[in-house]
């Protein structure tokens, strides 16, 4: 029997890798054609075994992706389908991703289930090379992605984008395929404990976000700030001797500057320094908590002024505060000294940056909390904030 042979070929160093380890001739790269109607996909494979099944790996050129990878039918409901519908919000940002970064970016594997015919034949019978070989699938069979959908249809955008990026590839975990049950069991089994990093941590070892960039320099470069802010984590345990998140920091820092422009990072990083270094002075606690006065989790359980709420608000009060001159601007933030921010204070905070005494992160406390610090410090409310305060009175709002 004729069989048409579709090679889905091995990135070319890891190819010669395998061929320099078992002493064998490099891969073909040429697909073979024959008038037989009889096809098959031919992928260079490494044979595993878990839970006493095989599997295989393989490496896929990017631009073969969105024609063998397919979705299940979004029109089915969810007890019939192997895996989430997917959001096509996501993709846009994902293809970006790619295209921006076409000589740094980094993908992990798509795993795949193979409904149809599989079969692999190893370059030897014995030791290593009897896991190495080819994985030979019909062409009749369905590929159905277990996990990594989003990068699926990431990829096919970004091609249309970039066509040059087709020949680069990507790794994938098959699976064969047990049926719709054993489907839906692996991608629960692959999720189960797949857990997002921490914004913090995110932004930790996120070197292409200049805000990133920017919010690592301020807290290495303010006095406030340096020793007192969690890198990791994104909350605060009560015990914990930090007093502010990184993700904190840079959601303020945002707040900040706002668009304004500015040379570089160390441009930026200098008037955020200023500015919050500024502010710590008219904040005591903050200082108690460096010269060991007081312990972090004491002054954010007494005070609101260390929640990222307020860090969020007080870095919009000062994007209006430094576009003054400099001795006015330093003079009227003096005022943060009148404000009481005892978390006990409910007449202020309640409906604010607080609801039912529980510290709120929602948009309209945020901006309920700029508000009233700017009326305390003597700046004019903007059309938006003037409406949010009426209806705040209103008792729309808390």
């Known amino acids: 029997m004729h069989i048409r042979n579709i090679d889905v070929m091995l990135h070319a160093n890891v190819c010669q890798n395998i061929t320099n380890m078992i002493g064998l001739r490099k891969l073909s790269h040429t697909a073979y054609t024959s008038v037989d109607t009889n096809f098959e996909y031919n992928f260079p494979a490494i044979r595993g075994v878990q839970a006493g099944r095989e599997y295989y790996v393989s490496m896929c050129p990017l631009k073969l992706i969105p024609k063998i990878f397919i979705f299940d039918e979004e029109e089915l409901v969810p007890e019939l389908r192997a895996q989430r519908i997917l959001n096509r919000t996501r993709v846009p940002e994902i293809a970006n991703y790619i295209v921006d970064n076409k000589n740094n970016y980094v993908f992990s594997a798509i795993t795949a289930s193979i409904n149809g015919d599989v079969r692999f034949s190893p370059m030897g019978e014995e030791g290593d090379i009897s896991r190495i070989g080819s994985l030979h699938i019909d062409m009749q069979s369905q590929f159905i992605i277990n996990d990594g959908q989003h990068r699926r249809a990431a990829i096919e955008a970004a091609l249309k984008q970039e066509p040059r990026l087709g020949d680069e590839?990507?790794?994938?975990?098959?699976?064969?395929?047990?049926?719709?049950?054993?489907?839906?069991?692996?991608?629960?089994d692959l999720n189960r404990y797949a857990i997002r990093p921490s914004k913090s941590l995110g932004l930790l070892y996120d070197h292409r976000d200049d805000k990133a960039q920017l919010a690592k320099l301020v807290v290495f470069n303010s006095k406030v700030f340096n020793g007192l802010v969690e890198m990791e984590k994104s909350t605060l345990s009560t015990r914990s001797r930090k007093l502010?998140?990184?993700?904190?920091?840079?959601?303020?820092n945002t707040a900040l500057l706002g668009d304004n422009v500015y040379e570089n990072i160390e441009e930026a990083s200098a008037v955020c320094v200023e500015y919050w270094d500024e502010v710590a002075m008219q904040l005591p606690e903050w200082g108690f908590v460096r010269d060991s006065k007081m312990t972090a989790g004491d002054v954010r359980q007494d005070f609101v002024h260390s929640h990222a709420i307020l860090l969020q608000a007080l870095g919009y009060v000062g994007r209006q505060l430094i576009q003054m001159p400099k001795t006015t601007w330093k003079k009227q933030i003096k005022k943060l000294k009148t404000i009481n921010w005892s978390r006990k204070n409910a007449k202020t905070w309640e409906g604010r940056a607080m609801i039912g005494g529980r510290v709120s992160k929602a948009s309209h406390n945020i901006?309920?909390?700029?508000?009233?610090?700017?009326?305390?410090?003597?700046?004019?409310?903007?059309?938006?904030?003037?409406?949010?305060?009426?209806?705040?009175?209103r008792g729309e709002y808390g």
């Not at 700029?370 to 003037?386: D, M, S």
């Open 169 to 188: 590839t990507i790794s994938v975990v098959f699976f064969v395929d047990r049926g719709l049950e054993r489907c839906q069991q692996m991608f629960a």
């Open 244 to 252: 502010f998140t990184l993700s904190a920091i840079y959601q303020a």
């Open 367 to 393: 901006t309920l909390t700029t508000n009233l610090i700017k009326q305390k410090v003597g700046l004019e409310l903007n059309p938006e904030e003037k409406k949010a305060e009426r209806a705040f009175k």
